[in-house]
């Protein structure tokens, strides 16, 4: 039987030498363990271009984890955020920041528009109070791409804080502290870095970080007290996911032998082809318009013949090896397929032929395009 595929927002595909890394017990103070959190927060900060004038904070936990903490520790108790919301990830910060007691507003789209820059813009005028801003680079809901660069120029513009959840697109698209001025953005190690599940982490612009002393609300997601730590002896501050941060290290090896963000977004682009135009072809219908979809996940909709069943056609992907994920959408039924993880173009092709297959199968009859 072929390779079992996780066509999903993650956990993801792993590499072979990612999983073998994590072979070795590490103690928490052997100094080649020391040596080795400090080379991933260093390759971290290189992706990003941060320089000397951002840190990388690691955190233990998925990329909720991180993005938790860095609503907290980055809104003070005093400040405001303002949330962009397009998707469940968006919501979801305002959700946190609900339950943390902290000042938030949200501007709305669809789930399948972007965030629209004017009407941020008038919003950042309109009110005063908004200290921050926080966006959601790929909506992984959809797979919807918002324009970071130019909503980083809005925020900047009028003097505002900018935090990034970019769990799902961090290593596959650009995002450069040259070109997007950012205190913080937020990402995990189980996404395009193709690492294993268990670290999120925070990069952070040293300057903005000084002045976040005392405001996280929970003790193990402070991340100003998470990086003193690490300043200080280069420790976690509580058990490290010792295995986990091997993997991701060599998940960072991986990563830099395809090409960086050039490479692995490149290879990425030709996965979604694949899958969006082979889709397509067989007459299933895109959730997103090209223009707006980014290289990630796709989302199809749910075909309309009512011999299609979504547990049925799930199950019988799961049999053949390929995993997809259910839709996530409030307002229609679909399903989506990643693009993401150790999967390449011949994987692709097989998913869209399995597809076929499948729904051939279930006799779900589909109006396949003629051109
Ligand atoms: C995956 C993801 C998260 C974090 O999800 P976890 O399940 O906590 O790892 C947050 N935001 C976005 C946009 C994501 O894609």
Not at 203 to 215: K, M, P, S, V, W
Not at 240 to 245: F, M, N, Q
Not at 325 to 330: A, E, R, V
């Amino acid at each position: 039987m072929s390779k079992r595929l996780l066509l999903t927002p993650g956990p993801l595909t792993t590499a072979d030498a990612t999983r073998a890394a994590m072979q070795r017990d590490w103690g928490s103070r052997d100094t080649d363990f020391i040596a080795l959190t400090a080379r991933v927060r260093e390759r971290l900060v290189a992706i990003c271009h941060g320089g000397d004038d951002y840190s990388c904070i690691p955190l233990q936990g998925s990329g909720t984890f991180a993005v938790e903490a860095m609503l907290g520790t980055f809104v003070g108790p005093t400040d405001k955020l303002l949330v962009l919301e397009n998707g469940a990830y968006g919501r979801r910060a305002s959700a946190i920041c609900r339950r943390m007691s902290r000042a938030h507003v949200a501007l709305s789209w669809d789930e399948d528009t972007p965030v629209d820059t004017d009407q941020l813009s008038d919003a950042l005028a309109a009110d005063p109070s908004i200290t921050h801003v926080l966006a959601v680079h790929v909506e992984t809901t959809s797979g919807l791409l918002n324009p970071i660069t130019k909503i980083g120029a809005a925020v900047a513009a009028t003097g505002r804080h900018l935090l990034i959840d970019a769990m799902s697109a961090f290593g596959a698209l650009p995002l450069s502290a040259t070109e997007v001025e950012f205190d913080a953005v937020a990402a995990s190690a189980n996404k395009c870095i193709e690492g294993v599940p268990g670290i999120g982490f925070v990069i952070a612009r040293n300057e903005a970080l000084e002045t976040t002393a005392g405001h996280s609300p929970a003790t193990v997601l402070d991340l100003y007290e998470q990086w003193r730590g690490f300043e200080a002896n280069g420790q976690w501050r509580f058990t490290p996911p010792t295995h986990v941060l091997a993997a991701f290290d060599a998940a960072l090896d991986g990563f830099e032998a395809e090409g960086g963000v050039a490479g692995r977004g490149g290879r990425y682009r030709q996965n979604c082809r694949i899958l969006t135009q082979g889709l397509t072809a067989l007459g299933l219908k895109l959730y997103l318009e090209p223009e707006v979809q980014a290289p990630i996940i796709v989302t199809v909709h749910q075909p309309t013949d009512p011999n299609f069943d979504f547990d049925k056609f799930y199950d019988s992907l799961g049999a053949q090896g390929l995993v997809i994920y259910p839709g996530k959408l409030t307002k229609v039924d679909s399903f989506r397929i990643g693009c993401i993880g150790q999967v390449f173009a011949d994987d692709m092709a097989r998913v869209v032929t399995a597809v076929g297959e499948t729904l051939a199968e279930m006799g779900v009859r589909l109006s396949p395009e003629t051109s």
